[in-house]
């Protein structure tokens, strides 16, 4: 099966742009091939690129005090496993402690580093981080894979914590997804939400072999969902006008 998913508000929004941010840079960071190091630098450029302009530790800290006092709530419920809750409601408070440790603006300590902020300056430029504009960056990608992975580890150390809080969140949010079949009349489907409920992510599911993939559009009341269809030679898109069988996910916490 093809899962395509998406957020329904702002903060997760964030949570899954940081999610795959950070995956790629540490699939690349532990690589002997330079190329690779490269590639681990160009998602830490992103990483300091998005902490740079939004305040995104306080919304981290907002949405994980969100989910304490919702998980306190719980205690109250029949059915409730304790020892679970406990463990996450642990899990939130280490999380929330290490991001409060942080007294300064995420990332601001790697983008004030000389040698991070000449390739983060020449990264706007198509080919800026060429050898003959960044030669001590060339020098460095020379160097011995432990070396690279020592500078790039530290370098990602800024972002630990980060990376630990939108791990804990998006596994709740998902561990929360009630799954339904779901059928798109002509290609389309649309649904309302209660207006007491917070819908995070929407997850529609596909035949990996079908070429239909799903645009969803959406806000805390309603989404909606068009189907569409690519020629997986061309790449050609056009929009898919048939009834469409599918699996719905819903993530309401």
């Known amino acids: ?144 894979k432990a070396l690279r992975i020592q500078t790039l580890s530290r370098w990602f150390d800024e972002f630990s914590a980060v990376n630990d809080s939108v791990k804990l969140l998006l596994g709740i949010y998902r561990g929360s997804y009630v799954m339904s079949e779901a059928v798109a009349a002509e290609g389309y489907y649309q649904q309302g939400f209660d207006a007491g409920q917070t819908t995070q992510l929407v997850s529609v599911e596909l035949p990996s072999d079908c070429d239909i993939f799903p645009e969803v559009s959406g806000n805390r009341h309603r989404m909606s969902i068009r189907f569409r269809k690519v020629d997986s030679t061309t790449l050609e898109i056009s929009t898919h006008v048939e009834d469409l069988s599918f699996r719905l996910g819903l993530s309401v916490i």
């Open 1 to 144: 099966m093809a899962c395509f998913e998406y957020p329904l508000n702002e903060r997760s929004r964030i949570l899954l742009r940081l999610e795959y941010i950070f995956a790629r840079i540490l699939h690349y960071l532990p690589s002997e091939v330079s190329w690779d190091s490269q590639a681990a630098i160009a998602g830490l450029v992103e990483a300091a690129n998005l902490f740079s302009r939004t305040d995104l530790k306080s919304e981290l800290l907002k949405e994980i005090d969100r989910n304490l006092n919702g998980m306190k709530r719980l205690n109250q419920l029949p059915g409730v496993d304790p020892q679970r809750l406990q463990e996450t409601l642990d899990s939130l408070t280490q999380v929330q402690t290490s991001l409060l440790q942080h007294s300064k603006q995420i990332g601001l300590d790697l983008r004030e580093d000389d040698f991070f902020k000449a390739i983060m300056q020449r990264s706007t430029i198509p080919g800026g981080t060429c050898a003959f504009d960044l030669p001590l960056f060339h020098l460095w990608l020379s160097k011995p």
